[in-house]
C-alpha cells in the first residue's frame, strides 16, 4: 500500500510538470520505456538496485543506457527518483502516470485476448465499435492465446466479454 501510494504521488508531481510543458505523451511514453526494461532485464534491475552502488553511479548508468531514447525532462525525473531512492517504483509511477493521462484523455485501456492475431481491419472496427460502446478513445491491448480456440475476450476495466469458443464449450457441456 505504502509503495502504491508513493507511486501515485510521484506520479502526480511528474504529470503536472509535463502537463505544464505540455510534454505528458512524450513521458508517458519515456515512462513506459523505462519501466519495461525495469520489469522485464533482471541484470538492469539488479544493478541499479546493488546496495553498494552509490547515487551518482546509478544516475550515469541510467543516463548511459537511455541516453538516446528519453527526453531530457524524462532524463531529469529518472535521475530525481534515483536521488529520491525511488527509482524502483518506476513501474508504479508509470502505471499510475497512465491512470492519469487516459482520465484526462478519454482514454479507456481494451484487452482483446485472441486464438490468432487480428488483422489490422478487424481491430479498427473493434476499436470503433467499442468506442461507439463506451463514448471514449479505445486503446486496444491484443494478446494471443490459443487455448481460447477461437472468437475473443474483450476485458474493458472490470467487465468481461467472453466470446470464446473455449466458453461456448464449456456452456454447452453444462447444459449437457
Excluded: C, W
Aim: net charge neutral; hydrophobic share 45%.
Amino acid at each position: 500500500m505504502i509503495n502504491e501510494e508513493a507511486a501515485r504521488n510521484y506520479a502526480i508531481a511528474i504529470y503536472e510538470i509535463a502537463e505544464q510543458l505540455k510534454k505528458e505523451k512524450v513521458i508517458l511514453e519515456n515512462l513506459k520505456i523505462v519501466a519495461e526494461l525495469y520489469e522485464k532485464n533482471i541484470e538492469f534491475r539488479d544493478t541499479v538496485n546493488h546496495p553498494s552502488l552509490p547515487n551518482t553511479a546509478r544516475k550515469v548508468m541510467v543516463v548511459k543506457v537511455f541516453a538516446d531514447v528519453l527526453d531530457s525532462l524524462a532524463m531529469d525525473v529518472m535521475t530525481y527518483l534515483i536521488e529520491k531512492d525511488r527509482f524502483n517504483e518506476i513501474a508504479g509511477i508509470s502505471r499510475e502516470f497512465q491512470k492519469m493521462y487516459n482520465e484526462k484523455n478519454a482514454i479507456i485501456e481494451v484487452e482483446a485476448v485472441f486464438a490468432v492475431e487480428p488483422t489490422s481491419v478487424q481491430k479498427d472496427e473493434l476499436n470503433k465499435k467499442l468506442a461507439g460502446m463506451t463514448g471514449k478513445k479505445i486503446e486496444l491491448i491484443v494478446k494471443i492465446d490459443k487455448s481460447i480456440i477461437g472468437g475473443g475476450i474483450i476485458k474493458i476495466g472490470d467487465r468481461i466479454i467472453d466470446g470464446s469458443i473455449r466458453r461456448q464449450f464449456e456452456i454447452l457441456r453444462a447444459s449437457l
